[in-house]
């Protein structure tokens, strides 16, 4: 039998992970629950291990897989949700092309080009897709071919996945780290290298919130 908040925990995961194709952050864990800490969180998840709910994935940040959900809960109310979680209608957002190194964010978008997503993806302010490119970001769970939802925004949290703007003219979607005065681009793939740049070079244009794939 699960607490209500490890069911509420495990229903939010597994709606995340069917909707967007990755795993909730811990914040946004936090906030689906109305949690204060991020440490009730973790304590939350460690107990669904130990039920056999839910397992973390080795050697991917971010990387949970749901087991089961208990036949008693399959149909999980939607009253355990908070209601700015539960599925509602999708909004339309812009779809921007392929991130290419030498073209601005803006100058790859199409204006007769857009998604739709669902709400329950979407926070407050402006989003945007763009359509992934090559293998950088595989062990993120970003494959070529990929839609990712992007929050417009110039800040960006130590170790969260950016939309990185280099010298004004060369996109790219990396990991950001901070490193005194300079910046870490960081890809999720062994085949490719760490960019250390000067931060005067590095302009955040938005930060990854979602992703959706086709198969």
């Known amino acids: 039998m699960l607490t209500q908040k ?15 194709g990755i795993s909730p952050s811990y914040d946004e864990m936090r906030e689906a629950l109305g949690l204060k800490s991020k440490s009730g969180i973790h304590r939350l998840i460690s107990a669904l291990e130990e039920r056999h709910f839910l397992r973390r994935l080795p050697f991917r940040a971010r990387a949970l897989e749901v087991l089961k959900l208990p036949a008693s809960e399959l149909r999980a109310p939607a009253k355990l949700l908070r209601p700015d979680f539960q599925a509602a209608a999708e909004q339309v957002i812009p779809l921007y092309g392929k991130i290419a190194a030498g073209t601005p964010i803006e100058a790859i978008r199409d204006p007769e080009a857009n998604v739709s997503v669902p709400s329950s993806m979407l926070g407050r ?14 062990n993120a769970g970003i494959l070529d071919g990929d839609t990712v939802i992007i929050e417009r925004t110039d800040t960006a949290e130590n170790g969260q996945i950016v939309v990185a703007l280099v010298d004004g003219f060369e996109v790219t979607l990396k990991r950001l780290r901070r490193q005194g005065s300079s910046i870490a681009l960081e890809p999720e793939n062994p085949a490719y290298q760490t960019r250390i740049l000067p931060a005067s070079r590095v302009a955040v244009q938005g930060r990854l919130i979602g992703l959706m794939r086709n198969y």
């Open 6 to 20: 490890q069911h509420q925990l495990l229903i939010f995961i597994d709606k995340y992970l069917k909707e967007t």
């Open 125 to 138: 302010g402006e989003h945007y897709a763009l359509t992934v490119e090559g293998d950088s970001m595989i």
